[in-house]
């Protein structure tokens, strides 16, 4: 580590969001370069940064800070040029050479200490002083908390946040009790709170660190999509995270629950289950709310519905059964309606038939799918617009990792205005996003819930089609007969047999589901690399990055989507002189490379690229699409989205993007691809299950490739284990129902 002091001259790029700055440092010998978490640092200012050198390939020589300390200016001269920098209101060149002139050497302690004497100067009030001396006061405030959240190497971001929300009180503030962050400052997680409370020399058994510690255990677990924790679980689980003894706990998770921070309630089997209160009150009104709606019934007639269903079937070249039918009658009466069934069972046509059954009956029909991609594939498939939940609901909150804070325009007290919601991929929607969806429904509508329920759950907390079925209490319409079987088409047909337990056939001659024979995790990833690059791009004519994906179990190892998109960026995208590219820690960013994003950014702008005018705001966990261009000056790259949408991203939101050449199953529901290859080697057993092999088959349109064994894939096939979710919903409609 290093140390300079100077004068900051120019400030080149900053974030202010993150307080990321890039700045000229004028030293009393040099003009450098130096770039970090540089918070509230404004040109004019004195400063000593703490940090090390570091060469960039364009920019050449830079000092990277770790650490910095706003300065008080040391000379008359020094006083003078900061306060006519323009950081304190009300006060330019000729005011500030009036106080330096009048105060010399004592400024600073005048301003600090003696505010009123500012008053003497002609020109300045009494009032103007006041103003001065706080707006002062304030400036080295904001060094005093960041050099204090620099002592306990917690970044200066949290100083940031800190100082927004207390102010001047930040340091005595956070003295007092530092847990107090967890609940003002979403942002702030646990251990970052815990090493300043241990670094204080608070007890392992302070108060506030166990109430602390029980709300993390419970946020942590709906990260794991439980929607809550069994009480001795919860009481094991602390223990371990706080290293006290198990016995401790309880009365802190009863004081929880007085003070509605969680809820305790008893499960069905009488034991006690523990939820963080918003997680519970969710549930709740799910229950509630559907079997509201499931108690609305309409009344069709039976001539135009006889004649819309000709119609569809004369336009649409389908004809429907029986089965179907009267699928599409039950939904048409019904307030609440499940259809749920495999891959090639006719759930599309059964929406697409709805909506012209709806549009007969002049009753205005919303579509919507959890993911962008889904969106857009019942958009094409229904001939009627189709968006993302999210943006049917029209979200309204700041960003925030605080789930609990999500709040939408469409609410009960502003409802969407439709007749009739048609959902699909239901299984991807988690507690939370069901909940907001069901609050922004009008009275007397119709609820249409389409999902495969044997796919996997939601990324987020819950299992709400998983429970809704199991409560027995909705109509549920289940399809069963397999209608799209395309030139003999194998991945609908295994799709259906591995959901059963049997061997899917696989390697059969000109046909679209076929295994390579590998055995180890480096044989699986070769194998990889050479079919996404070369073998099925030379066979079938194809684009090895716009038509294959791969999906793979797990994220890590040698064959996981890490080092996968690593191998597969090298070869499909490598480096070029004519490429630009920005690297951030071990991930390099290049243009034309293929990317995901991987958190809801509902701020970020985006813009048709055939129509700029065309504009919105929000992109999706999920939506994926090509770096189109970098700038390294401006530290921006434009994104091409799939659906022609364009977005900027600041170099500051890049970890929001991950490449997607490869993507694990679970990030691949909702979503289709032409080619889908899968990678079995090296996975760890826990996610070898039948319910993510059946997910990952059912991506594909026109072929499936495996890499691995035989013995894996029958593994898989006869592996029904699922992961264990504790989740309420179904025990909740039972309770509301009686």
């Not at 900051?8 to 990321?20: K, L």
């Not at 649409?316 to 029986?322: F, K, V």
């Not at 609901?393 to 919601?421: C, M």
């Not at 994220?555 to 002189?577: H, M, R, V, Y």
Request: net charge negative; aromatic share 8%.
């Amino acid at each position: 580590m290093e140390t300079l002091r100077g004068i900051i001259a120019d400030i080149i790029f900053q974030n202010e969001e993150s307080g990321f700055k890039i700045c000229e440092l004028e030293t009393d010998s040099d003009l450098v370069v130096i770039k970090g978490n540089l918070p509230f640092l404004q040109i004019g200012e004195t400063v000593k940064v703490e940090g090390i050198w570091v060469t960039h390939n364009i920019y050449g020589e830079q000092f990277n800070v770790n650490s910095f300390e706003k300065e008080i200016p040391k000379t008359c001269e020094d006083m003078e040029a900061f306060l006519a920098s323009g950081l304190i209101s009300g006060v330019g060149n000729a005011t500030a050479s009036l106080i330096v002139s009048a105060f010399g050497s004592d400024t600073y302690d005048i301003i600090l200490n003696s505010p009123e004497r500012l008053s003497e100067i002609k020109g300045i009030s009494h009032n103007k002083a006041m103003k001065i001396a706080t707006a002062f006061q304030e400036h080295f405030q904001m060094s005093d908390i960041i050099s204090y959240f620099n002592k306990y190497g917690v970044g200066a971001k949290l100083a940031v946040r800190a100082y927004q929300k207390y102010g001047g009180t930040a340091v005595s503030v956070i003295e007092k009790d530092p847990y107090v962050l967890i609940d003002d400052i979403p942002e702030v997680g646990f251990k970052t709170v815990d090493k300043i409370g241990m670094a204080m020399g608070l007890g392992y058994d302070f108060s506030s660190r166990i109430y602390a510690g029980i709300i993390y255990c419970l946020k942590k677990a709906t990260q794991f999509g439980h929607v809550y924790l069994p009480f001795e679980m919860l009481e094991y689980e602390c223990a371990d995270l706080l290293q006290i003894d198990k016995n401790i706990i309880a009365p802190y998770i009863d004081e929880l629950d007085i003070l509605s921070k969680v809820n305790i309630c008893h499960g069905t089997d009488g034991k006690k289950n523990v939820y963080l209160s918003y997680m519970f009150g969710c549930e709740k009104y799910i229950a509630k709310r559907l079997l509201q709606i499931n108690n609305d019934e309409f009344s069709i007639d039976e001539n135009n519905f006889s004649t819309s269903i000709k119609q569809f079937s004369d336009f649409s070249g389908y004809e429907l059964d029986d089965n179907q039918i009267s699928a599409i009658k039950q939904a048409g009466k019904n307030g609440l309606t499940i259809i749920t069934g495999g891959p090639g069972t006719g759930k599309t046509t059964i929406i697409r038939a709805l909506v012209h059954f709806f549009n007969s009956c002049k009753r205005k029909c919303f579509l919507a799918a959890p993911t962008g991609r889904a969106a857009k594939r019942m958009t094409e498939a229904c001939g009627v617009s189709a968006k993302t939940i999210h943006r049917m609901l029209e979200f309204s909150g700041d960003e925030s990792e605080d789930d609990s804070k999500l709040t939408f325009k469409r609410n009960e007290n502003n409802p969407i205005e439709a007749d009739v919601v048609i959902i699909d991929e239901l299984s991807m929607v988690d507690t939370l996003l069901m909940y907001h969806l069901l609050k922004a429904l009008p009275n007397n509508i119709q609820l249409i819930l389409v999902g495969d329920k044997d796919q996997l759950p939601s990324v987020g907390p819950g299992n709400v089609l998983h429970d809704i079925i199991e409560s027995e209490r909705f109509p549920v319409v289940t399809l069963s007969i397999i209608y799209r079987q395309e030139n003999k088409s194998l991945i609908t047909l295994n799709a259906h047999k591995i959901n059963k337990g049997e061997m899917p056939e696989l390697n059969t001659k000109g046909g679209d589901f076929f295994i390579v024979g590998r055995n180890t995790a480096d044989e699986c990833s070769n194998a990889v690399v050479e079919l996404v690059t070369k073998r099925l791009p030379e066979a079938y004519g194809i684009d090895p990055i716009k038509d294959i994906q791969v999906l793979i179990p797990s994220k890590k190892g040698p064959a996981g989507s890490i080092n996968t998109n690593f191998l597969l960026q090298d070869k499909l995208n490598p480096q070029e002189k004519y490429k630009k590219e920005v690297a951030l820690e071990d991930t390099v960013y290049r243009e034309g490379d293929r990317i995901m994003q991987i958190k809801n950014n509902y701020h970020i702008k985006w813009y048709k690229k055939d129509r700029p005018e065309s504009d919105g705001e929000g992109i999706f966990n999920g939506e994926m699409g090509e770096i189109l261009s970098i700038d390294d000056k401006a530290r921006e790259l434009i994104v091409l989205f799939d659906d022609d949408r364009c977005a900027i991203y600041n170099f500051n939101e890049l970890r929001q993007l991950e490449h997607c050449y490869a993507i694990t199953v679970h990030k691949s529901q909702g979503s289709e691809f032409p080619y889908c290859v899968l990678p079995l080697v090296g996975n760890p057993s826990v996610l070898m299950t039948r319910n993510i092999l059946y997910t990952a088959i059912t991506r594909a349109k026109k072929m499936v490739v495996i890499v691995g064994t035989r013995e894996q894939v029958k593994y898989m096939t006869e592996n029904d284990r699922h992961q264990l979710r504790f989740t309420g919903l179904c025990g909740m409609i039972d309770s509301e129902a009686d």
